[in-house]
């Protein structure tokens, strides 16, 4: 009976790092499509476009301490945009990497609402896919909303590494690599 025991132990050990990994892949994923829709949708908005911001009060010297930044990278934006960004996960498709085994998520519409230009052959498409990668986009947004309004409050290079892998640690660094190389 000793035997049944380690097979038993073994077999959960193996389930759970499959089921981890499908959760990474999938956290990953979503983080990385997040961070794509942002910073299509920021760019989307015209760069002369500024909000005020700071106190409307009047000082005592008659001034008031109001700025005007740029709109597409304010606040007031970023919150708007992350209000409504999951619930473009329905314009996913999931991918599995034939070398590593390992899923990716690829835009499967184009912006403008038509179907995309790209190769869907091996893309997995249905509402499963995207009700699951929009339920993780959720939870991101929610756990990590204020990482996001900082990273994407100034303009940075290489957003996606520096969010989903480094600052997060939702992306390991060799899927972030051989996902880029799609």
Not at 45 to 66: A, E, H, L, Y
Not at 69 to 86: D, G, I, K
Not at 159 to 177: E, G, I, M, P, Y
Request: glycine fraction near 6%.
């Amino acid at each position: 009976m000793k035997g049944w025991g380690w097979l038993a132990l073994l077999l959960g050990v193996l389930l759970g790092t499959a089921w981890s990994r499908r959760s990474q892949d999938l956290h990953c994923g979503a983080c990385r499509a997040l961070v794509d829709e942002l910073e299509w949708e920021i760019a989307q908005v015209d760069p002369k476009k500024t909000i005020q911001m700071g106190s409307f009060r009047i000082n005592p010297d008659g001034s008031q301490s109001v700025v005007e930044v740029p709109y597409a990278r304010s606040e007031a934006h970023l919150t708007e945009l992350l209000e409504e960004v999951c619930d473009r996960m329905k314009e996913y498709g999931e991918q599995i990497d034939p070398s590593t085994h390992r899923k990716n998520y690829v835009r499967v519409v184009g912006r403008n609402g038509e179907s995309s230009e790209l190769d869907l052959q091996g893309i997995r498409i249905d509402s499963d896919i995207s009700g699951t990668l929009k339920f993780a986009c959720e939870s991101i947004v929610e756990e990590y909303e204020d990482e996001l309004i900082e990273f994407f409050s100034r303009e940075a290079d290489n957003v996606k590494d520096k969010l989903c892998s480094k600052r997060t640690d939702l992306c390991d660094h060799a899927l972030h690599r051989s996902h880029d190389e799609l």
